[in-house]
């Protein structure tokens, strides 16, 4: 069957956004729904894939398919590309399966040549405007089409303004419009070696070919990778007819959201100019009015415009972004999509959204991007230190957060000092496409120009940075690498602090503070506990941390690290002591002085936690760990512990080890010192009975690492058992424990159904395991990771995301043996990929009971975790169906 790669607005709907792109697709579905939408045909995402596949070229029925279509539209129109009397002029636009904000390329008025610049004044009696037009058009083509940088053409623009004292474009003439044209053609031939192209025809199919191109572009793939949108889609193109923004001040174009971005309110956001074309708002080029400004001056279009943006929201039942153009007094939409929202926003949108009957509470789950929860658990400025700040500036609160650094005023720069370790806010006259590497670096932005809708809002909002835009009374100045405002002058490199939610700009850096959880994040979660059916856990090692997950709403400690308990300053010379003993005897007195501080540490948490399970795991790391290395320290230790320098550092060369993280480490130092773990199991239950005797509930679960063999794990269970009934019987009491292992080892995995045999639970130690897997150093794999990432061997880090074709197929087979032994066998993962929605989903469809993670990442493990079950259940429903 022949493919079609080319579709009518009036052929297509929402549901085709993989083939028609976001934007075609909405075009479509708004022209079946009967909006006024300008028409035209979108070129699919297939015809993209097809153009890369064959070497970069547009095949005969490609070819074919478009001049049918441009004739369609002609017809519909009445007009011809090209003619000296009236001619047809379109947009180019992509349009990706994902909205892809500002990252590829779009060109408006083509069709215009020195011919059709004329049919366009005869037939609109406005040559200004047909000027105005012809220069925004060879600009946009040159740079997108041909690659001629946009800076080229903003030197003669700026310099034939500042010659005539013009502050905004609008004041440009006739005739310095034809002046522009005349040297934007020149700087056309200089760059190329060729005159402006004066067949439409061609225009046409340059600049399709640029948008295909554009899927490829730089930004395109780092802002797909930063938001998991796969590189293989394709972008299809929208060829549209143009309607004017520009053509007087009956004429006009903007951007504005169903609600409010930032916030969630349920109020129309947005901005407008007059006299403008589109790329004038999004661009920042020129500050915008807002949308509630459009009822006094044209209070008609604005209330057609209100309904409009009611019927789209109620028909999406999302908050809609929507781009429009009033030309000479009536109203066009260019596009509506799904808006980009604040963390804060997206919850108080999908809250209110279920309470107004709009969705179900399932639909407000799954719409809501684990990851995105991030931006709300982060921190604000200190209330008290604000007061004490001096405030530089204020502009537009385009992007709701606090954040403090040094002060970059180029993107490269920004990208470099960040990956020093320094913290950077990135300073912009505005923000362009470009600089995305370098937003992603800094921690936060500032712009002097741009409105809420601008490049720089939109793209921040979306990361979760904060942003504040607009700042007019600040001056920047790229060159010198400085901003000032009145007498204050803020070099490179020096700290600036912003708050993104009220558009403040503070010098200096002022102190962070932990935010709030509001009502409607509160009420959200509540949902959310209600529909999952997997655990989440915390990692935490002391009972702040404990209580700091509790808060976060962990159901238990999944992991809990002891030898992290060992760094404390009184601990860690008993620490010491015992390690450097070359007797039993020795040894043990050490650990005897050490039991007491490990049973308050049990007891502390088991209070803290007050029935929740708590997996603890015994000592890991590799002894030499806890000793010093420089020749200072162990001068300073060997005084302390009271023997010779020479005999300390006999001691640590013994404990030295060419591949410590393959070691003497985990159960393995349990094997050579049992004394060891012996003392800490007498501790946990010390710690447990005591916790018991004051009437609170305690569920020790005991956790023996590294293992490999199920032999290891049964001589350590015995000892454990041995040590922990020993001492409940002393104490007369009765209390529940389970001795389970960590699964972090190949070879554990692959004989899981051995070591089942001897374990109560499985916790997956998917760190370790993605380490020894891969054959990759943890601490050494940073060096080279990104190369792989960048060159497609891994579409993430594998440290980051669980790589599931092989570490996580090992997972999976653990499962199965694990439970082939023991059906009802207990499993957890507790790496740091705990806290990760992809890797949350995939342990939810492994049939974990649990996952565990940091406390800050509670939340979002939650939320995929109900998404994931919530995706079962429509799976298995569209199966019985």
């Known amino acids: 069957m022949k493919t079609q790669f080319v579709y009518h607005f009036t052929e297509g709907h929402k549901d085709m956004r993989n083939l028609l792109g976001g934007k075609g697709a909405n075009l479509a579905e708004m022209t079946s729904i009967g909006l006024p939408v300008p028409q035209g045909f979108t070129i699919t995402t297939e015809a993209c894939n097809d153009y890369y596949e064959n070497d970069s070229m547009m095949d005969s029925e ?47 008025n083509l069709g215009l040549t020195d011919t059709s610049v004329k049919g366009l004044i005869f037939s609109t009696q406005d040559e ?40 905004d474009d609008t004041e440009l003439t006739s005739l310095d419009l034809q002046e522009i044209v005349t040297e934007f053609k020149n700087v056309y031939f200089e760059e190329t070696g060729s005159a402006f192209p004066q067949n439409p025809k061609e225009q046409l199919l340059l600049a399709i070919e640029a948008v295909f191109k554009s899927w490829n572009n730089p930004r395109a793939k780092v802002y797909r990778r930063l938001n998991d949108i796969p590189q293989t889609l394709g972008t299809a193109v929208n060829i549209q007819a143009m309607v004017f923004g520009n053509m007087g001040k009956n004429s006009g174009t903007g951007v504005a959201f169903t609600r409010n971005p930032s916030t969630g309110e349920n109020q129309l956001f947005g901005e407008y100019l007059i006299n403008a074309q589109g790329e004038d708002v999004v661009a920042g080029i020129r500050t915008p009015q807002s949308i509630d400004r459009l009822k006094e001056e044209m209070p008609e279009i604005y209330q057609e415009f209100i309904n409009i943006t009611q019927i789209l929201e109620k028909h999406y039942q999302d908050m809609q972004d929507v781009e429009f153009t009033i030309e000479k007094g009536k109203l066009f939409m260019l596009q509506t999509r799904n808006g980009k929202r604040t963390a804060k926003a997206a919850i108080k949108i999908a809250v209110d959204q279920v309470n107004e009957g709009l969705i179900t509470r399932k639909k407000a789950i799954r719409r809501i991007k684990p990851n995105q929860l991030e931006q ?35 993107a490269d ?40 809708t601008s490049h720089a809002a939109v793209v921040a909002r979306g990361m979760g940075k904060p942003c504040v835009a607009g700042c007019t009374l600040l001056s920047v100045n790229e060159e010198k690498r400085e901003i000032t405002t009145g007498q204050v002058t803020i070099k490179e490199g020096e700290y600036l602090s912003i708050d993104g939610g009220n558009g403040a700009v503070y010098i200096g850096e002022i102190p962070m503070s932990t935010s709030s959880l509001d009502d409607h994040f509160k009420v959200f979660m509540s949902w959310v506990d209600e529909e999952r059916d997997m655990g989440v856990r915390s990692n935490a090692d002391n009972p702040r941390d404990a209580k700091q997950a509790l808060e976060f709403g962990a ?3 999944g992991l809990c690290r002891t030898e992290h308990m060992f760094f404390d300053e009184e601990r860690i010379p008993l620490v010491r002591q015992m390690i450097v003993a070359d007797n039993k005897e020795d040894r043990i007195k050490a650990l005897e002085k050490l039991l007491p501080h490990q049973r308050d540490d049990f007891y502390q948490l088991f209070k803290a936690l007050n029935g929740k399970s708590c997996t603890i795991r015994l000592l890991d790391p590799p002894l030499h760990e806890f000793l010093p290395q420089d020749n200072d320290s162990i001068e300073s230790l060997a005084l302390q512990l009271g023997i010779s320098r020479v005999q300390l550092e006999k001691r640590i060369k013994e404990l030295r080890e060419f591949n410590p993280m393959l070691g003497h480490r985990g159960c393995r130092l349990a094997i050579t010192y049992p004394e060891i773990y012996k003392m800490q199991a007498r501790a946990i239950a010390q710690g447990a009975i005591q916790a018991t005797k004051e009437g609170v509930k305690v569920k020790p679960e005991i956790m023996v690492p590294l293992v490999s063999i199920v032999e290891e794990l049964r001589i350590l269970r015995k000892l454990i058992e041995e040590t922990v009934n020993a001492e409940l019987e002393e104490a ?10 960590m699964i972090e080892i190949p070879r554990a995995c692959v004989t899981a159904d051995e070591i089942a045999k001897e374990a109560d639970f499985f916790s997956f130690g998917t760190n370790d395991l993605t380490q020894m897997g891969f054959g990759f150093s943890r601490d050494d794999a940073g060096k080279f990771l990104s190369d792989y990432t960048e060159k497609g061997i891994f579409e993430k880090d594998p440290f980051q995301v669980l790589e599931q ?16 032994t023991k059906p009802n ?49 429509d799976l298995n429903s569209n199966r019985n169906n």
Do not use: W
């Open 62 to 108: 490609m070819l074919q398919e478009i001049d049918h279509a441009l004739a369609q539209l002609e017809v519909e129109q009445g007009k011809k590309l090209g003619s000296d009397q009236d001619p047809l002029l379109v947009s180019v636009r992509s349009g990706a399966a994902f909205s892809m904000p500002g990252m590829m390329d779009t060109i408006l």
């Open 128 to 167: 200004r405007f047909a000027y105005d037009s012809y220069r925004r058009f060879i600009q946009m083509f040159s740079n997108v089409a041909i690659g001629i940088p946009n800076d080229k053409f903003e030197t003669i623009l700026d310099h034939i303004k500042n010659e005539k004292h013009y502050q």
């Open 376 to 410: 709300i658990l982060h921190p604000t400025f200190d209330p008290e230190s604000v007061k004490e700040s001096t405030q530089l500036t204020r502009g537009l609160p385009a992007s709701p957060g606090a954040a403090c650094g040094q002060v970059y005023f180029h």
């Open 413 to 452: 720069d920004a990208v470099k000092e960040a990956k020093c370790g320094k913290k950077v806010l990135l300073v912009r006259q505005e923000t362009s496409p470009e600089d995305i590497e370098g937003m992603v670096s800094a921690k936060g932005i500032i712009t002097a120009r741009g409105g809420m």
């Open 555 to 557: 159901e238990g400690i």
């Open 732 to 741: 007369g009491i009765t209390l529940p424990y389970t001795i389970g292992t």
């Open 805 to 820: 074709k092989g570490i996580g197929r090992l997972l999976s087979m653990a499962v199965k043996l694990g439970r082939e």
């Open 825 to 873: 066998l207990k499993m957890g993962i507790c790496g740091e990929h705990g806290g990760e929605a992809a890797t949350v989903r995939f342990c939810y469809q492994q049939g974990l009971n649990y996952v565990s993670c940091s406390p800050f990442r509670i939340p979002i493990a939650k939320l995929a975790a109900a998404q994931a079950k919530i995706e079962k259940q």
